[in-house]
Structures are given as structure tokens and as C-alpha cells.
């Protein structure tokens, strides 16, 4: 039977986002349509339905859990807030609001008007009626990667001198390059000024980086040293500032070698300060794009293209090809484009993408120093072992990108790239040596992200597994369908599945689930996660539990379909292979563009899924959609 997971996913919104979703709407749609009349978009016909099953208890005079939107007062905040729209039409149109206990209910002639004039909302949405909006993308620093890699490809440092910078917060989409969590604490200038100083010891102690950085001839040095450090210091300028750079913005650096000359004549010790300077210049230590007074929004230059670019594959600065380009005014060139972006992902430097997008995205980023499984539990889990999980996700990923596979193979791949300490970790003989290599896998519960020791280690307790965090990993990082937190009164479920009674993890979790509070989040979660109970803590296979019972992987989702082991699941989540597709769309255009995406970005991501089709699902197609993606490609005076 073919499962209706795009039904399921609809219900798994706990009732605290549905009383969320019913309050605002409640509140803010009468102001809404007093200010909305002539719109043709806005979707008053609604406001009715609401306000005659909703507005009592989420009201002006009753918001129930402290719950208001009384500032939300304008149609555009009600295209901002399409997904919510989405999710109360879904609900009501599936009878799961009102809630059952409710005195009164819509009968199908008010449940077709309220979601009849939310679907036209949402239909101009993604269709693109609405006029085209690039987004504008706060100013925004370099995150602690990104500053590493761009002082490795500036000056040939092999060390991270960003190592000790504070960790970057997350934005909106889960990204650490989000521009609007990127400002610059006080405290972080001071550790900018030591990177930059043990960054020029490392390129002066170093006879072949010095010989690099400083590249005029010993005759441009003694017969016009002054025209001399201009040449270094222009060279090093317009690649540390990303672009060409003025003869002002080189004059005060000839300045400061200027008076370091007169203090002692020696050409290389002159150009150490200005050099150092580079690297706490604003306009390095910033991605920073020019405006247009005046204009809605304009095209980037080629310059500013070519780093969006370098940093949404490489989260480096472009290197001299792609500064070429630039200069050339070529690089939005459609054959010009997609060509160097074939380029860069063959390069060893896209494995930043692997790392960065994909380990924050699917999560493998949290087993660096996140993870702990515990120790007298699972000795098992050595340094070696924690590696090798890792760096065979970046394995995987890479090849997915490098290799252009297509999409699917996130959820169902017939390999793996294994050593011999993980192959033994996975049950799977005939590996050998210590370096990861692909490898054929007859068993099809290995394989793709679920079978990955990676996420099977994140997504568990320190002493067992948790279906819970599994089921929502599934939801929220495959499905893009995050459920709601659970309520402050939930109650907690025990750390360890070992259980006096004898009782198995699962019956002590069905347990928890009776309660009325719990049930009807958990029968949402809890199948998706019990289906990856044959994987351990640690991520091996196992039959049967700690309590000495079987394991007991079947499972039975909301809309009836029945499974019993992650391969069964793996081809049920692949019947949905457009959500999962649309979602990996989704993420990537947000890792891109640095922000967290908005209404008005539904067409692109339509059109982005609509192009990965034709070509297959292949990961380089939706890649170079993206490149030349409106959003891309373009700037907004406002978000």
C-alpha cells in the first residue's frame, strides 16, 4: 500500500502551534481585511469560518496559553506566515480543528470556503504572480570557517588561527553563515588582532610563504621601494577585500610603511604591519555589497557574484580564476557559470560544503563534540570510531556532490564508505586498512544517511536510543516538517532503557504515550523513530535490546501503512521523493543566500524542484539552479 506520508506529516503539528496559528489568525485577520479590501490576493473569505469556531477562545479578549498577535496587522505578514495558512486550512480541511472537544464544528461548505481562500493565497504565491524579490541580505562578517579558509587561500597558512573564536549561533534555517546572527561582539575584535598576528608570524617564519606573499624582485625593492609595497599591498588588498580596491584605500597602508621604514629601512619588517592590517580591515572581516540609492533592488557585480559564489561552495574567497572572470565582466555568462561551478566542486575546496552545509543540515557536525555517548556503556565508541562517522559523511557527501548523484541517494544508496574499523563496526566484512573507500552494500539497511553511524550516534541518549529524536529527525531534516516542541507539563521518560519491571524501552515509551497530553505528538514521531530501533546507540545492528527481549522494529504510521525495518521505511520515504527533494531545495537556497527564506521565495524553490526533475535529481542541477537563481543573482533595498 502506498503511504500518504504528505497526509501524515500534516497532523503532526502539536495542538500548542495549532492554538498559535488559530490565535493570530483570529486576532489579526479583522484588521487585516479593513486594510486588505482591494487586495485580490488577500484571503478574507476566511475570516469568517475563524472567526466563528476560533475567536472565543483566541480572541482580543481571550488568548488561551498567553498567545497574541495583535501587531500582525497587515497582508504582508500574512504572505510571511503562507506556512501557517497552509497548516490551518490542512487541519480544519482534515477535521483535526477545531479540537474534538469544541461545542461546535464547520460543516464542508465553511471548511471548503476557509481553505478555498487560503489556496488562492498560497497558489499566487507559488506560482510567481507576486512580483520578484531578490531579499536583501544583512551586512555580514565571516564565521569562524569561512575566516579560516579565506587566511589559507590569502596567505598559504596550513593552521586555523580562528580556532579559538567564539562559535557562531545559528539562524533561522539551522546555518552558521546566516547574515543576521553575524555581527561583531567587542570581544571578537581583540581575537581578530592576535589571529592576524600569529598569521604574519606564520608567513614571515616561513622562508617559502614570505618569498609568496612578498613577490617583487630584490631590483623593484632597492630602486623604488615605495612603488614596490604598493604592488604587494594593491595585489593583497583586492584579494583580501574580495574585489578592485582605490588608490586611497592602498594610501594609508603606504603610510604605516612609510613610517615603518623610517624606522628601520628594511623592505620585508616594513610590510608586516600593513599586511597585518588587512586582516582586520572591515572590508575583509565583511562580505560587503554595494546599493543603488533609489532602486528596489539591482544585479550584483561580477565581483560580489563571484563571492557569493566561492562562499556558498568553497566558504572561502574566490581564487584567481574566478577573479578573472570578474574582472572580465564574464561570470554571468549562463555557460560561463555553470562551468566554473563544475570547476569548484571538483575542487578538494568544495569538501567545505560537505562539512558545513550538509553537517549542520543532516547534523553529522554535532558528533565533532556534541555527541557523547556513555563510556562505560559503550567503550566501544573510541576517538577512532567517532572519526571515522564523521569523515564518512563528508565522504558521502562529497561524492554526491562531485560525482553528481542524484538526490535520492540521501535516503537509498547502494554503497558506503567505510575503513575496517567501521565496516566492523557495521557488521560488513571484506573491508580492510585505515582509509575510507567506497563500497558495495548487499544489505539495503546500510546505505544512505539512516544507516550513517553519524546521525544513529546524534540522534540517541548517552545510555539509549531515543525514537523520539530519530522520528523528529526524520520530520524535520528529511521531511522539512518540524513538529512542536513538547509542552512544559510533558513529563520525561527515562534516561536508561533498562528497566527494573523488565520492560522494554518501547512499552516503557507506549506507556508515556497514554497520556492524553503526549499521544497525539508521539503517534506522529514515535513510528518513524521505531523503525530505526535495530541501530544502537552507537550505530550497530542489533536483534536483540539490553533487557534480553527482541527488538521490535515495525511500526504503523497515522495513515495505516505498516513497516518493519529501516529498508521498509527507506522506500516508504521514498514514495515521497518531491518533499524530500523540495526540502533539500529549500536548505540549500537559505545555505546560499545566508538568510532564512520568506514567502516570496516559494516560486524559486518551485522552480528550483521543478528543474532538479528534469535533470534526474542530480545534485549538480539543483546547484547551478541555484547559482543562477534570481535571489542569487540579484539584491533588495528591503527583505
Same mark, same amino acid.
Given at each position: 500500500m502506498k503511504c500518504k506520508i504528505s497526509h501524515f506529516v500534516t497532523l503532526m503539528f502539536g495542538m500548542s502551534l495549532r492554538l498559535a496559528t488559530l490565535s493570530w489568525l483570529a486576532a489579526a485577520w479583522p484588521c487585516l481585511v479593513s486594510q486588505a479590501a482591494a487586495d485580490p490576493y488577500f484571503p478574507r473569505d476566511a475570516v469568517p469560518v475563524l472567526r466563528k469556531y476560533c475567536y472565543e477562545c483566541h480572541g482580543e479578549e481571550k488568548q488561551e496559553a498567553g498567545i497574541a498577535f495583535h501587531n500582525l496587522l497587515n497582508t504582508?505578514?500574512?504572505?510571511?506566515?503562507?506556512?501557517?495558512?497552509?497548516?490551518?486550512?490542512?487541519?480544519?480541511?482534515?477535521?483535526?480543528?477545531?479540537?474534538?472537544?469544541?461545542?461546535?464544528?464547520?460543516?464542508? $461548505?465553511? &471548511? *471548503?470556503?476557509? #481553505?478555498?481562500?487560503?489556496?488562492?493565497?498560497?497558489?499566487?504565491? +507559488? $506560482?510567481? &504572480? *507576486?512580483?520578484? #524579490?531578490?531579499?536583501?541580505?544583512?551586512?555580514?562578517?565571516?564565521? +569562524?570557517?569561512?575566516?579560516n579558509y579565506t587566511v589559507r587561500d590569502l596567505f598559504g597558512v596550513n593552521f586555523q588561527p580562528g580556532k579559538t573564536f567564539p562559535a557562531d549561533a545559528s539562524g533561522g534555517e539551522g546555518f552558521d553563515n546566516t547574515a543576521d546572527t553575524l555581527f561583531l561582539p567587542p570581544v571578537l575584535m581583540e581575537s581578530y588582532l592576535k589571529a592576524a598576528i600569529r598569521v604574519m608570524d606564520a608567513v614571515y617564519q616561513s622562508d617559502s610563504l614570505r618569498k609568496k606573499v612578498i613577490f617583487v624582485s630584490a631590483a623593484e625593492r632597492k630602486n623604488s621601494p615605495r612603488q614596490a609595497a604598493r604592488k604587494v599591498l594593491s595585489y593583497h588588498a583586492a584579494l583580501a577585500f574580495r574585489r578592485k580596491v582605490e588608490d586611497a584605500e592602498i594610501d594609508p597602508l603606504l603610510a604605516t610603511f612609510d613610517a615603518r621604514m623610517k624606522q628601520e629601512p628594511d623592505f620585508e619588517k616594513a610590510l608586516r604591519t600593513p599586511l597585518t592590517s588587512l586582516l582586520?580591515?572591515?572590508?575583509?572581516?565583511?562580505?560587503?555589497?554595494?546599493?543603488?540609492?533609489?532602486?528596489?533592488?539591482?544585479?550584483?557585480?561580477?565581483?560580489?557574484?563571484?563571492?557569493?559564489?566561492?562562499?556558498?561552495?568553497?566558504?572561502?574567497?574566490?581564487?584567481?580564476?574566478?577573479?578573472?572572470?570578474?574582472?572580465?565582466?564574464?561570470?554571468?555568462?549562463?555557460?560561463?557559470?555553470?562551468?566554473?561551478i563544475r570547476r569548484m566542486l571538483a575542487s578538494k575546496k568544495s569538501t567545505a560544503m560537505a562539512r558545513h552545509f550538509a553537517g549542520q543540515w543532516i547534523g553529522f557536525e554535532e558528533l565533532i563534540d556534541r555527541a557523547e555517548p556513555d563510556k562505560k556503556r559503550f567503550p566501544q565508541f573510541t576517538r577512532s570510531l567517532r572519526a571515522s562517522m564523521y569523515h564518512e559523511s563528508v565522504a558521502f557527501f562529497n561524492h554526491l556532490i562531485r560525482e553528481n548523484r542524484p538526490v535520492t541517494e540521501l535516503i537509498d544508496a547502494d554503497y558506503a564508505f567505510l575503513n575496517a574499523e567501521l565496516a566492523a563496526h557495521y557488521g560488513i566484512p571484506g573491508v580492510t586498512g585505515n582509509q575510507l573507500r567506497k563500497v558495495a552494500l548487499s544489505d539495503r539497511n546500510r546505505g544512505g544517511i539512516i544507516g550513517m553511524g553519524s546521525v544513529l550516534v546524534t540522534t540517541s541518549l548517552p545510555l539509549r536510543t531515543s525514537p523520539v529524536k530519530r522520528g523528529t529527525w526524520i520530520l524535520s531534516t528529511i521531511l522539512g516538517s518540524a513538529p512542536p516542541p513538547p509542552p512544559p507539563d510533558a513529563g520525561e521518560l527515562p534516561a536508561d532503557d533498562k528497566s527494573s519491571e523488565g520492560l522494554s524501552f518501547r512499552k516503557q515509551l507506549e506507556i508515556h504515550r497514554s497520556k492524553a497530553k503526549c499521544a497525539s505528538c508521539h503517534a506522529k514521531i514515535d513510528p518513524l523513530g521505531f523503525g530505526l530501533e535495530n541501530y544502537d546507540p552507537i550505530g550497530r545492528w542489533r536483534s536483540v535490546g539490553v533487557n534480553g527481549q527482541a527488538v521490535d522494529s515495525a511500526a504503523e504510521l497515522p495513515d495505516g501503512t505498516r513497516f518493519s525495518s529501516p529498508s521498509e521505511l527507506k522506500s516508504i520515504l521514498m514514495q515521497d521523493k518531491d518533499k524530500i527533494a523540495r526540502n533539500l531545495c529549500r536548505k540549500m537556497l537559505a545555505y546560499a543566500l545566508g538568510r532564512p527564506l520568506e514567502y516570496y521565495d516559494e516560486p524559486v524553490v518551485s522552480d528550483l524542484l521543478k528543474t532538479i526533475k528534469t535533470k534526474d535529481y542530480h545534485m549538480q542541477a539543483l546547484i547551478i539552479a541555484i547559482a543562477e537563481s534570481h535571489p542569487f543573482q540579484n539584491r533588495s533595498s528591503t527583505r
Amino acid at each position: 500500500m502506498k503511504c500518504k506520508i504528505s497526509h501524515f506529516v500534516t497532523l503532526m503539528f502539536g495542538m500548542s502551534l495549532r492554538l498559535a496559528t488559530l490565535s493570530w489568525l483570529a486576532a489579526a485577520w479583522p484588521c487585516l481585511v479593513s486594510q486588505a479590501a482591494a487586495d485580490p490576493y488577500f484571503p478574507r473569505d476566511a475570516v469568517p469560518v475563524l472567526r466563528k469556531y476560533c475567536y472565543e477562545c483566541h480572541g482580543e479578549e481571550k488568548q488561551e496559553a498567553g498567545i497574541a498577535f495583535h501587531n500582525l496587522l497587515n497582508t504582508d505578514q500574512a504572505l510571511r506566515s503562507h506556512k501557517l495558512l497552509a497548516k490551518i486550512a490542512e487541519q480544519m480541511e482534515n477535521d483535526d480543528m477545531p479540537p474534538f472537544e469544541a461545542d461546535d464544528f464547520p460543516d464542508d $461548505s465553511e &471548511k *471548503l470556503l476557509l #481553505t478555498q481562500s487560503i489556496d488562492h493565497l498560497l497558489n499566487v504565491i +507559488r $506560482s510567481g &504572480k *507576486l512580483p520578484k #524579490t531578490a531579499g536583501r541580505v544583512t551586512i555580514r562578517r565571516l564565521n +569562524r570557517n569561512e575566516y579560516n579558509y579565506t587566511v589559507r587561500d590569502l596567505f598559504g597558512v596550513n593552521f586555523q588561527p580562528g580556532k579559538t573564536f567564539p562559535a557562531d549561533a545559528s539562524g533561522g534555517e539551522g546555518f552558521d553563515n546566516t547574515a543576521d546572527t553575524l555581527f561583531l561582539p567587542p570581544v571578537l575584535m581583540e581575537s581578530y588582532l592576535k589571529a592576524a598576528i600569529r598569521v604574519m608570524d606564520a608567513v614571515y617564519q616561513s622562508d617559502s610563504l614570505r618569498k609568496k606573499v612578498i613577490f617583487v624582485s630584490a631590483a623593484e625593492r632597492k630602486n623604488s621601494p615605495r612603488q614596490a609595497a604598493r604592488k604587494v599591498l594593491s595585489y593583497h588588498a583586492a584579494l583580501a577585500f574580495r574585489r578592485k580596491v582605490e588608490d586611497a584605500e592602498i594610501d594609508p597602508l603606504l603610510a604605516t610603511f612609510d613610517a615603518r621604514m623610517k624606522q628601520e629601512p628594511d623592505f620585508e619588517k616594513a610590510l608586516r604591519t600593513p599586511l597585518t592590517s588587512l586582516l582586520v580591515n572591515p572590508k575583509f572581516l565583511f562580505r560587503i555589497q554595494h546599493d543603488e540609492p533609489g532602486k528596489k533592488q539591482w544585479p550584483l557585480n561580477d565581483f560580489e557574484l563571484a563571492t557569493r559564489l566561492s562562499y556558498f561552495l568553497w566558504s572561502s574567497m574566490p581564487d584567481p580564476e574566478l577573479f578573472k572572470l570578474a574582472n572580465e565582466g564574464k561570470l554571468r555568462d549562463p555557460g560561463v557559470l555553470s562551468g566554473q561551478i563544475r570547476r569548484m566542486l571538483a575542487s578538494k575546496k568544495s569538501t567545505a560544503m560537505a562539512r558545513h552545509f550538509a553537517g549542520q543540515w543532516i547534523g553529522f557536525e554535532e558528533l565533532i563534540d556534541r555527541a557523547e555517548p556513555d563510556k562505560k556503556r559503550f567503550p566501544q565508541f573510541t576517538r577512532s570510531l567517532r572519526a571515522s562517522m564523521y569523515h564518512e559523511s563528508v565522504a558521502f557527501f562529497n561524492h554526491l556532490i562531485r560525482e553528481n548523484r542524484p538526490v535520492t541517494e540521501l535516503i537509498d544508496a547502494d554503497y558506503a564508505f567505510l575503513n575496517a574499523e567501521l565496516a566492523a563496526h557495521y557488521g560488513i566484512p571484506g573491508v580492510t586498512g585505515n582509509q575510507l573507500r567506497k563500497v558495495a552494500l548487499s544489505d539495503r539497511n546500510r546505505g544512505g544517511i539512516i544507516g550513517m553511524g553519524s546521525v544513529l550516534v546524534t540522534t540517541s541518549l548517552p545510555l539509549r536510543t531515543s525514537p523520539v529524536k530519530r522520528g523528529t529527525w526524520i520530520l524535520s531534516t528529511i521531511l522539512g516538517s518540524a513538529p512542536p516542541p513538547p509542552p512544559p507539563d510533558a513529563g520525561e521518560l527515562p534516561a536508561d532503557d533498562k528497566s527494573s519491571e523488565g520492560l522494554s524501552f518501547r512499552k516503557q515509551l507506549e506507556i508515556h504515550r497514554s497520556k492524553a497530553k503526549c499521544a497525539s505528538c508521539h503517534a506522529k514521531i514515535d513510528p518513524l523513530g521505531f523503525g530505526l530501533e535495530n541501530y544502537d546507540p552507537i550505530g550497530r545492528w542489533r536483534s536483540v535490546g539490553v533487557n534480553g527481549q527482541a527488538v521490535d522494529s515495525a511500526a504503523e504510521l497515522p495513515d495505516g501503512t505498516r513497516f518493519s525495518s529501516p529498508s521498509e521505511l527507506k522506500s516508504i520515504l521514498m514514495q515521497d521523493k518531491d518533499k524530500i527533494a523540495r526540502n533539500l531545495c529549500r536548505k540549500m537556497l537559505a545555505y546560499a543566500l545566508g538568510r532564512p527564506l520568506e514567502y516570496y521565495d516559494e516560486p524559486v524553490v518551485s522552480d528550483l524542484l521543478k528543474t532538479i526533475k528534469t535533470k534526474d535529481y542530480h545534485m549538480q542541477a539543483l546547484i547551478i539552479a541555484i547559482a543562477e537563481s534570481h535571489p542569487f543573482q540579484n539584491r533588495s533595498s528591503t527583505r
